[in-house]
């Protein structure tokens, strides 16, 4: 959530739209989607709570068999060792066999700045590498510092609400999205369904957004409401992490 700037120096633009319009809320559900076809997206993470199966809160993506990638709101008031990480999810209400499920060994942040939403980003370690298989496979990485043109066409997904006050599903949910660059920062992907009001809401942070089978955004935050038909939905631009994540992946390695 983003607060009022405390330095002297000038307001970003951005936290001055934040300020007028009520700031940025953490994304968490689809709006307008559709149901997606069960275990057709392998590489999607559920985070939830270890006392309590099917408490989803956050999404992510596999990158690796033994990290997931999210966004770093999503464990800023959450201890990491209460969260169960579960792979290979369709319908979180039911003890589906393809589901694995972790605790995470160790987090890795980059400079995140929860004040603007910036560096929006987190790898989590898994306590044991996953099964790869048709229900749980990685998503493919961008290279350093790719760049995505207004207009590409990307798919976001998630178990978060169906609208801001609406409930949450129990299966997963996808939508089809439009990259767009007004009200943008260089380190966010922007995204907007032209003539519709749909978009990501709450329980979607930290899932993927996926453009031409590659994992260009992760799920960060909506301006005011979901799906608003004014502003864009944002996520964080995976491109601008990518050297990170492979210096983190490599010191990890045995």
Same mark, same amino acid.
């Given at each position: 959530? +983003? ?23 953490? *994304? ?7 149901? +997606?076809?069960?275990?057709?997206? /392998? ?27 999210? +966004? ?8 990491? &060792?209460?969260?169960?990480? @579960?792979?290979?999810?369709? #319908?979180?209400?039911?003890?589906? /066999?393809? &589901? ?8 890795? &942040? ?6 603007? =939403? ?5 790898? @989590?370690?898994?306590?044991? /590498? ?6 749980? *496979? ?17 798919? *976001?997904?998630?178990?978060? !609400? ?34 519709? *009001? ?6 979607? =942070? ?11 955004? @992760? #799920? ?29 992946? !490599?010191?990890?390695?045995?």
């Amino acid at each position: 959530m +983003a607060g009022r700037h405390r330095s002297p120096r000038r307001v970003h633009p951005f936290l001055l739209l934040a300020l007028v319009f009520g700031g940025p809320v953490q *994304a968490s559900k689809i709006v307008g989607g559709r149901e +997606a076809q069960p275990h057709s997206r /392998p590489y999607v993470a559920s985070l939830q709570l270890i006392r309590s199966p099917g408490s989803h809160f956050c999404g992510g993506t596999l990158i690796h068999p033994r990290f997931v990638l999210t +966004a770093a709101h999503c464990l800023q008031d959450i201890p990491w &060792q209460l969260v169960t990480v @579960v792979l290979g999810a369709h #319908d979180l209400q039911s003890q589906e /066999p393809e &589901q694995q499920k972790f605790t995470i060994t160790q987090v890795f &942040q980059n400079n995140y700045n929860p004040e603007e =939403s910036l560096n929006d980003v987190l790898l @989590v370690q898994l306590n044991r /590498p996953a099964s790869l298989g048709e229900a749980v *496979a990685v998503a493919s990485l961008p290279q350093q510092g790719q760049s995505l043109s207004q207009g590409t066409q990307c798919l *976001a997904m998630g178990w978060g !609400r169906l609208g801001t006050r609406a409930p949450t599903p129990r299966v997963l949910q996808e939508l089809n999205v439009t990259v767009v660059t007004f009200l943008c920062r260089d380190h966010n992907v922007c995204t907007l369904v032209p003539r519709r *009001a749909a978009g990501i809401c709450f329980g979607d =942070s930290g899932g993927p957004l996926i453009c031409d089978g590659i994992l260009h955004g @992760v #799920d960060s935050f909506v301006i005011r409401e979901c799906a608003s038909l004014q502003f864009p939905d944002f996520f964080a631009r995976v491109s601008t992490y990518v050297d990170w994540i492979h210096t983190v992946l !490599r010191g990890a390695e045995p």
